[in-house]
């Protein structure tokens, strides 16, 4: 039987147990070490702040002591196969994080993507079953959903692959399978949906949307459309997509375990839709951003029209229940945000 999440965290607090948490240094790993940390468990995180930050691994140092939790942290390289055997040694959980995202990055640079997303993480994998891991949760993406046109997204119906970055995923969850199979390990994939709040990077050419137009509407410039404003995505908090890793990696029944999960609200929202839901939470702060336009630019290549999920599965075997939509999660990361600056 799997428990609710409320149940899980009584069992944590009560037995504490030890991760590893692989990209703990950026924005979804920080946001679980968090949780983590403040359920007193003992955290490690493996990072080479490639795209994660030292204030994200100071911050979460600073978590451990004001809740008197253990709290290491590892400057090192998945794709170093003797770091991720080091790192994995004694734990009892992994929740792998670390890899390299955004799509158009992996056009510009596909081989970066397979050998930090590919190799790093057939590394993880190995180390973890030489170190006898009970369990492993790896992030997988909306991405491998590909070309399918079919709405809502179901697990067991996808396409194929529009981008390096989403061939690398769909081989990390081939992979799972294969080692759940020969080696039975207990794995499971969590295909993570449009995922957004604080601590997310709004800086860089491959920053997330939500963050990059916050970051642009602050700064007083307009935000960038690529396409119509019609395409739509199914954008998720950060607290659901916690939710889901602890769900994940703590549940003990079989049924529920090797297998890949959508991670997402069931909601879809426009990109027009998202301009105004992000306005209207922004000018209570900013007014000026009522004032300013969007500018619309060519579609990119690799992106997908809409992207949809179906969370049936998650809720059923998981017993996931998500607390935010687009809207609640919006009302705490842009207050976050801004605090901030
Ligand atoms: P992020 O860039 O903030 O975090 C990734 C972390 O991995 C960074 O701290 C980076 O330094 C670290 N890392 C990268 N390569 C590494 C390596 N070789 N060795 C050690 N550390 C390495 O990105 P995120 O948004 O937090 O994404 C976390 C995971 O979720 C990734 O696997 C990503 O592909 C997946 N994902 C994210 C989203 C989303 O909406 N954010 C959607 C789908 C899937």
């Given at each position: 039987m799997s428990n609710s999440i409320q149940d899980v965290t009584t069992q944590l607090l009560m037995s504490p147990k030890r991760w590893l948490v692989t990209g703990g240094a950026g924005f979804i790993g920080s946001n679980i070490a968090e949780f983590l940390l403040t359920t007193k468990q003992d955290v490690t995180v493996l990072d080479n702040l490639s795209s994660g930050h030292i204030e994200n691994v100071n911050f979460l140092e600073s978590v451990a002591k004001?809740?008197?939790?253990?709290?290491?942290?590892?400057?090192?390289?998945?794709?170093?196969?003797?770091?991720?055997?080091?790192?994995?040694?004694?734990?009892?959980?992994?929740?792998?994080?670390?890899?390299?995202?955004?799509?158009?990055?992996?056009?510009?640079?596909?081989?970066?993507?397979?050998?930090?997303?590919?190799?790093?993480t057939l590394n993880i994998f190995l180390a973890a079953k030489e170190s006898n891991i009970k369990r492993i949760v790896y992030a997988s993406s909306s991405s491998v959903y590909g070309d399918s046109l079919e709405?809502?997204?179901?697990?067991?119906?996808?396409?194929?692959?529009?981008?390096?970055?989403?061939?690398?995923?769909?081989?990390?969850?081939?992979?799972?399978?294969?080692?759940?199979?020969?080696?039975?390990?207990?794995?499971?994939?969590?295909?993570?949906?449009?995922?957004?709040?604080?601590?997310?990077?709004?800086?860089?050419?491959?920053?997330a949307v939500i963050p990059r137009w916050i970051k642009s509407l602050v700064d007083n410039k307009p935000v960038v459309i690529?396409?119509?404003?019609?395409?739509?995505?199914?954008?998720?908090?950060?607290?659901?997509?916690?939710?889901?890793?602890?769900?994940?990696?703590?549940?003990?029944?079989?049924k529920a375990i090797n297998q890949v999960y959508n991670v997402a609200c069931a909601e879809a929202t426009s990109l027009k839709q998202l301009y105004q839901i992000i306005v209207t939470h922004l000018s209570d702060h900013y007014p000026h951003v009522k004032n300013l336009d969007i500018t619309y630019e060519d579609f990119r290549s690799g992106d997908i029209r809409h992207s949809l999920a179906d969370i049936s599965k998650a809720e059923e075997l998981l017993k996931y229940k998500h607390t935010h939509t687009i809207s609640k999660g919006m009302s705490e990361y842009i207050p976050w945000y801004v605090k901030q600056l």
């Open positions: 004001k809740h008197n939790a253990s709290f290491k942290f590892v400057h090192g390289d998945i794709t170093d196969y003797k770091t991720c055997l080091m790192a994995t040694s004694n734990m009892d959980y992994i929740s792998h994080q670390a890899a390299v995202g955004s799509v158009p990055r992996s056009i510009e640079r596909p081989l970066d993507s397979h050998i930090n997303n590919v190799d790093g709405l809502p997204k179901q697990e067991n119906k996808i396409g194929t692959p529009l981008s390096p970055y989403a061939i690398t995923k769909l081989i990390n969850e081939i992979y799972a399978k294969n080692f759940s199979q020969i080696y039975q390990m207990d794995t499971i994939g969590l295909r993570y949906f449009n995922v957004f709040g604080p601590r997310q990077d709004p800086n860089g050419a491959y920053a690529f396409g119509d404003g019609e395409t739509s995505r199914d954008f998720c908090f950060i607290k659901n997509v916690v939710q889901m890793n602890i769900l994940a990696a703590t549940t003990e029944d079989q």
